[in-house]
């Protein structure tokens, strides 16, 4: 079993910053990949920012230069600074994983979080 807990979330001013935590847990071989998503009243899912398989990270072009996403591998844990909120980055907000949770299988799983709200409002 593996699990991902999210942290952090709330209601912010315009303007103002949150930090969001996703902490796996569980079975846990290996991480390949692990990002936020969000998801506005009425829109589809979509990417905040990630890291990659390959290393890299990705973020959505909306976030680029106000959220930075870092990580602390010795904790299975992937954050989000969130600075310069704005009104429409109000959305629950997931945290994705793939994971190969058993040395013996090399299969990689795609798990989410249970979501945390974000609200930015005046």
């Known amino acids: 079993q593996v699990q991902l807990v999210e942290s952090g979330g709330g209601l912010v001013q315009p303007g103002g910053s949150l930090r969001l935590s996703c902490a796996a847990s569980?079975?846990?071989?290996?991480?390949?990949?692990m990002g936020w998503y969000r998801q506005a009243p009425g829109k589809q899912r979509e990417l905040v920012a990630a890291?990659?398989?390959?290393?890299?990270?990705n973020y959505a072009d909306s976030v680029k230069g106000r959220f930075t996403i870092s990580r602390d591998n010795a904790k299975n844990t992937v954050y989000l600074q969130m600075n310069g909120l704005k009104p429409e980055d109000t959305a629950v907000y997931y945290c994705?994983?793939?994971?190969?949770?058993?040395?013996?299988?090399?299969?990689?799983?795609?798990?989410w979080g249970q979501g945390t709200q974000v609200t930015v409002s005046s």
């Open positions: 569980g079975s846990i071989f290996s991480i390949a990949a």
């Open positions: 890291f990659t398989r390959g290393g890299s990270t």
């Open positions: 994705n994983a793939d994971i190969r949770p058993y040395v013996s299988d090399y299969r990689v799983y795609a798990y």
